[in-house]
């Protein structure tokens, strides 16, 4: 098939063997999984993953693409939903396909959608075994960064909240047609069974995670003027001349339990 690859549908085809090997095995399709990918393309991925599994769920935009599929496999074995990934509904597709237990989701994602739909995403964790994305190597650099490198910040701290993480591997340009302007990088996500650091309330630990980077420079104590005093910063074992970036997950979570729990307002209060 002669396609004409989509920009503004992100279309950056895998062609390297090598790498299409190291996600699908990085995947570890096993005969009873349920897996959903997103975004097929031209089966790059596709192929092999059906090649282990006997039924493949693909959520694809593009028409053309989704005629082609059709065309190329037998629709008892790949079941394509013609959708846009931002909108559908993984929990209900999950829990059709396997009452009571988790699926797997796979893709070489758009880069101009990845940053929404992991936000998507983190709404369907209780039905999600893992997550194989192939991302922006900056952005996944990023997500899996640890606290006091120049790479930690709000990404990582919201989504290591959530999914325990790992960098697979790195994939240049030419592995791609026609290639990204960019490198990429493959991320393993696993949502944790139970969360290691639960916020009393999630939408405050947001807001004062948010807070805390509002000048990456500057100091907590800074950063924090109207949420949290110097002493009240030290009271809670926190060094007030830290900078944003030196705090883990447990730290910021901590901080916003005793929000949460002791000045609820603090936050609202400072922003109005
Ligand atoms: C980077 S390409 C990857 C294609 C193929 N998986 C590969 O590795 O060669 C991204 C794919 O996602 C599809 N896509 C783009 N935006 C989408 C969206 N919002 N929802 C679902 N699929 C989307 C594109 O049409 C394209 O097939």
Same mark, same amino acid.
Request: cysteine-free.
């Given at each position: 098939?002669?396609? !004409? +690859?989509?920009k *503004? @549908?992100?279309?950056n ?5 090598g790498?299409?090997a190291d996600?699908?095995?990085?995947t570890?399709?096993q005969?009873?999984?349920v897996?959903?990918e997103?975004g097929?393309?031209?089966a ?7 090649a282990?599994?006997?039924q493949?769920?693909?959520?694809e ?7 082609h599929l059709?065309?190329? @496999?037998p629709a008892?074995?790949l079941? !394509?939903?013609?959708?846009d ?5 993984? $929990?209900?597709?999950? *829990?059709q396909?396997? +009452? ?10 758009p880069y #101009?959608?990845s940053?929404p739909?992991?936000?998507h /995403?983190?709404?369907? $964790? ?6 194989h994305?192939?991302?922006?190597k900056?952005v996944?650099?990023r997500m899996v960064? +640890?606290?006091s490198?120049? =790479?930690?910040?709000?990404?990582s701290?919201m989504?290591?909240?959530?999914y325990l993480?790992?960098?697979?591997i790195?994939? +240049?340009?030419?592995? @791609?047609? &026609?290639? &990204?302007?960019?490198d990429?990088?493959?991320v ?12 009393h309330?999630?939408?405050l630990?947001? %807001?004062l995670?948010?807070?805390? @980077? ?6 907590? *104590? #800074?950063?924090?003027?109207? !949420?949290?005093?110097?002493e %009240?910063? %030290?009271?809670?074992?926190?060094? &007030?001349?830290?900078r944003?970036?030196n705090? $883990?997950v447990?730290e910021?979570?901590? /901080?916003? #339990?005793w929000?949460? =729990?002791?000045? &609820? #307002? *603090?936050?609202?209060a400072?922003?109005?």
């Amino acid at each position: 098939m002669s396609h !004409i +690859p989509r920009k *503004r @549908f992100g279309q950056n085809f895998l062609q390297d063997q090598g790498v299409i090997a190291d996600i699908i095995n990085a995947t570890d399709p096993q005969s009873g999984d349920v897996i959903i990918e997103i975004g097929p393309g031209l089966a790059a991925l596709t192929e092999p993953l059906l090649a282990r599994v006997p039924q493949l769920h693909v959520v694809e935009i593009d028409r053309d693409i989704v005629s082609h599929l059709q065309q190329r @496999f037998p629709a008892d074995r790949l079941v !394509i939903h013609n959708a846009d990934a931002l909108e559908f509904d993984f $929990g209900t597709l999950a *829990r059709q396909l396997k +009452p009571g237990g988790k699926v797997k989701l796979v893709g070489n994602l758009p880069y #101009n959608i990845s940053t929404p739909l992991l936000f998507h /995403l983190a709404s369907f $964790g209780d039905v999600i075994h893992d997550m194989h994305f192939m991302l922006q190597k900056e952005v996944v650099d990023r997500m899996v960064a +640890p606290p006091s490198t120049s =790479d930690y910040g709000r990404l990582s701290i919201m989504l290591q909240y959530r999914y325990l993480m790992d960098h697979i591997i790195d994939v +240049p340009p030419e592995s @791609f047609y &026609p290639p &990204p302007k960019v490198d990429s990088a493959v991320v393993r996500m696993v949502p944790w069974e139970t969360l290691p650091h639960p916020a009393h309330d999630y939408g405050l630990f947001e %807001e004062l995670v948010i807070a805390a @980077f509002a000048q990456r420079r500057k100091t907590l *104590r #800074n950063n924090l003027k109207g !949420i949290a005093t110097a002493e %009240e910063l %030290e009271a809670l074992g926190l060094n &007030p001349g830290d900078r944003p970036e030196n705090l $883990g997950v447990a730290e910021y979570v901590s /901080l916003a #339990n005793w929000l949460a =729990d002791q000045h &609820p #307002n *603090r936050l609202t209060a400072r922003g109005s």
